[in-house]
């Protein structure tokens, strides 16, 4: 079964630095999509960015960029120049390609300091 | 706003009634996604419809049923209610199935059971 792991239950960051959330995941298959979705305190669930797995190119939405390493299984955010409205929780998600079920990780809890 | 709407935002009954939540995808989009967020489990994928059809099934209990109707909005059935059934259900859609596309969340029914 396929498994998303995120081993920080919570980071920290001053405002307008870089930071990393991390995301393992397990799968066997070749194709499959990963993404990365904010909770803010409203709880919405806003999707950050996306990745599909057969692209190298890392995926880049503004201040937020993705490091994939598919052979590592690999998939962390980084969020630059880092704003209070960013903090939240933020949860790592796995979809095979062309099916819709994502499994979610656990979440990261990002606080943003002044 | 996603666009998605959730009726009721919370809801508070006890063990062993029948609840009924709803879902109103966004204007246009055909798929309509059931999550759960609990405490014990995360965030949990629950079933999938598609322009009516169920599409996919996640770890959806026997006691829980859902539909799409002709127009597009979905009921999430939950029947004698446990005490784990407490939980944010959110409601997501999409436009279409198997392909990449977002799925935007609606803000969520909180649900306690006493």
């Known amino acids: 079964a396929q498994t998303v792991t995120q081993s920080q239950p919570e980071m920290s960051v001053q405002e307008a630095e870089t930071v990393t959330l991390s995301c393992t995941y397990d799968?066997?298959?070749?194709?499959?999509?990963l993404f990365w979705y904010k909770q803010p305190p409203s709880r919405q669930m806003i999707l950050v960015i996306r990745q599909e797995a057969y692209k190298q190119q890392n995926a880049t939405e503004n201040r937020f960029s993705v490091n994939f390493q598919k052979a590592a299984k690999s998939f962390s955010l980084k969020i630059s120049d880092s704003q209070l409205g960013d903090a939240a929780m933020y949860f790592c998600?796995?979809?095979?390609?062309?099916?819709?079920?994502?499994?979610f990780g656990t979440g990261t809890r990002l606080q943003v300091f002044p | 706003d996603s666009g998605v709407t959730q009726t009721p935002k919370h809801l508070i009954t006890a063990t062993g009634q029948r609840v009924t939540l709803r879902c109103s995808p966004r204007s246009g989009d055909l798929s309509v996604y059931w999550y759960q967020q609990s405490l014990d489990q995360g965030l949990q994928f629950l079933i999938q419809y598609y322009n009516g059809e169920e599409r996919a099934k996640g770890n959806i209990l026997e006691r829980f049923s859902a539909q799409q109707f002709p127009d597009l909005h979905s009921e999430l059935n939950l029947s004698s209610l446990e005490l784990g059934d407490s939980a944010l259900y959110f409601c997501?859609?999409?436009?279409?199935?198997?392909?990449?596309?977002?799925?935007?969340f609606g803000p969520g029914t909180r649900l306690t059971v006493t």
């Open positions: 998600a796995w979809s095979l390609a062309n099916t819709d079920k994502l499994i």
């Open positions: 799968t066997s298959e070749s194709d499959y999509y």
């Open positions: 997501a859609s999409s436009v279409a199935t198997g392909v990449l596309n977002e799925q935007y």
